[in-house]
């Protein structure tokens, strides 16, 4: 394939002119097919379906989760600048919705033509037969060179026999974000974070506090997460690797969740709250957005999230002196979940070919640099001073500390399997070892 700008330097002389995100719905799209080469179907070279009259738009919708929304207003009037043939309509959608609302529209004949999608869904997705093939597209495109554009392991999760359902727009690994001057107030030093769950745990008893002698504690050690389907496996199953395990076996028959490593792995994680009381009484109902607001209230010293967290952190709390170190795993640093955003196309969709035209803009060097918090995907647009800072250093690090989660038949009923678990040891209702038993066998139905 070769290689072309996929558009002319308009970046930043038509992209002052921001237009508003948001409201423009996709709900009228029509119920036109994919080309053949979606999942499910044959191979073919795809052909253009725009049959609208003349002068009349065609729609392009766009379902994602308001991430970087600042940036993506910016692309509307560039890329309708130079097609003004197509109407982009961008939809937001939360991420506790997006993967329950992107099933159902993907099981119907309504819904989006792009859909930004967690690494951990696509290759779900793309199992059920849900997806469009890039394939045929890529084998076209004179603007995305796959071998040189992409790293090869955000490629691995979006692509199911042969064929490819997912592009990458960007990589995340999650680190330890931890307040420096609480670290100074407890007699710790805030250049020596911890490196392994022991470490850590000693270091959040110091870190939980109360500051004002009511008898009530009013900062803790580490925030917890313990609510959110995403957001609690993106943050246990690492562990779980860190301990030696691993949520399924290798050909993704059985569960593996009954292990002596997932019963460790469960103990240390629930233990923060349950045995070491390091975590808030509420963590059951925090997911990260809920952490992430304690953290900046100062309630918490420590806690796990990603590279766009840390700059709104900055953003919100600019009075906190931020540190982030790699995430400490039982011996050592762990392996943190590849994460990110594939860009995906329902094999239903409505106007897949015009979607093509916006994901080979989309995923260009140019348009990647505009985003200023996310690790492009695109390796050319990481070649910028903007990620030089010390705190992006060490994300970059962790990035190299990093392993994809098993591409499950049902990864969303995984992980909701997964946070029931961990919900019920939190609650006292089990042992780690009973719900452990409870989710195994309920994984196992998910796997025949």
């Given at each position: 394939m070769k290689r072309k700008l996929a558009m002319g330097l308009l970046v930043g002389a038509i992209a002052l002119a921001a237009a508003g995100c948001g409201g423009k719905t996709g709900t009228d799209a029509g119920t036109t097919q994919a080309p053949a080469g979606a999942a499910g179907g044959e191979s073919a070279a795809p052909e253009s379906k725009a049959a609208a009259a003349s002068g009349e738009k065609r729609v392009v919708t766009i379902w994602y989760d308001g991430t970087e929304e600042e940036s993506v207003k910016r692309l509307e009037p560039e890329f309708e600048a130079l097609h003004p043939d197509i109407d982009l309509q961008f939809e937001i959608v939360p991420y506790s919705d997006l993967s329950t609302k992107e099933m159902v529209a993907c099981q119907s004949a309504v819904g989006p033509d792009v859909m930004w999608q967690s690494y951990a869904w696509t290759n779900s997705f793309a199992k059920m037969g849900l997806l469009t093939s890039y394939s045929p597209y890529l084998e076209k495109s004179e603007?995305?060179?796959?071998?040189?554009?992409?790293?090869?392991?955000?490629?691995?999760?979006?692509?199911?026999?042969?064929?490819?359902?997912?592009?990458?727009?960007s990589m995340e690994a999650m680190c330890l974000v931890y307040n420096k001057d609480m670290f100074r107030e407890a007699g710790l030093d805030p250049e020596k974070p911890p490196t392994?769950?022991?470490?850590?745990?000693?270091?959040?008893?110091?870190l939980t506090v109360d500051k004002d002698g009511d008898g009530t504690i009013d900062q803790y050690g580490y925030g917890l997460v313990g609510n959110l389907t995403g957001n609690t496996w993106f943050r246990f199953v690492p562990e779980l690797w860190s301990a030696g395990g691993e949520v399924a076996n290798a050909d993704m028959t059985e569960g593996t969740l009954t292990s002596p490593e997932a019963i460790e792995a469960m103990t240390h994680y629930t233990g923060l709250l349950t045995e070491h009381h390091v975590a808030p009484e509420g963590s059951v109902n925090n997911g990260a957005a809920e952490v992430r607001t304690l953290f900046n209230n100062k309630n918490v010293a420590m806690y796990v999230d990603g590279q766009p967290a840390?700059?709104?952190?900055?953003?919100?709390?600019?009075?906190?002196?931020?540190?982030?170190?790699l995430w400490p795993g039982k011996s050592g640093t762990l392996n943190a979940g590849l994460g990110g955003y594939y860009i995906a196309t329902p094999k239903n969709a409505a106007n897949p070919d015009d979607a093509?035209?916006?994901?080979?803009?989309?995923?260009?060097?140019?348009?990647?640099?505009?985003?200023?918090?996310?690790?492009?995907?695109?390796?050319?647009a990481r070649?910028?001073?903007?990620?030089?800072?010390?705190?992006?250093?060490?994300?970059?690090?962790?990035?190299?500390?990093?392993?994809?989660?098993?591409?499950?038949?049902?990864?969303?009923?995984?992980?909701?399997?997964?946070?029931?678990?961990?919900?019920?040891?939190?609650?006292?209702?089990?042992?780690?070892?009973?719900?452990?038993q409870q989710a195994n066998d309920s994984l196992n139905e998910t796997l025949k």
């Open positions: 603007a995305i060179d796959l071998g040189n554009d992409f790293d090869p392991v955000a490629l691995e999760l979006g692509t199911v026999d042969g064929q490819i359902y997912g592009l990458p727009w392994n769950w022991e470490e850590l745990v000693e270091c959040a008893k110091a840390v700059k709104n952190i900055q953003k919100d709390a600019p009075d906190i002196d931020v540190g982030v170190a093509w035209t916006f994901i080979e803009y989309f995923l260009s060097k140019e348009v990647q640099e505009y985003f200023p918090i996310s690790f492009p995907a695109n390796l050319k070649e910028t001073d903007r990620f030089d800072d010390p705190i992006s250093k060490v994300f970059a690090e962790q990035l190299t500390h990093t392993q994809n989660f098993q591409p499950l038949p049902d990864t969303p009923g995984a992980q909701q399997i997964i946070l029931d678990a961990v919900q019920s040891v939190l609650t006292g209702m089990s042992t780690p070892e009973e719900a452990l």
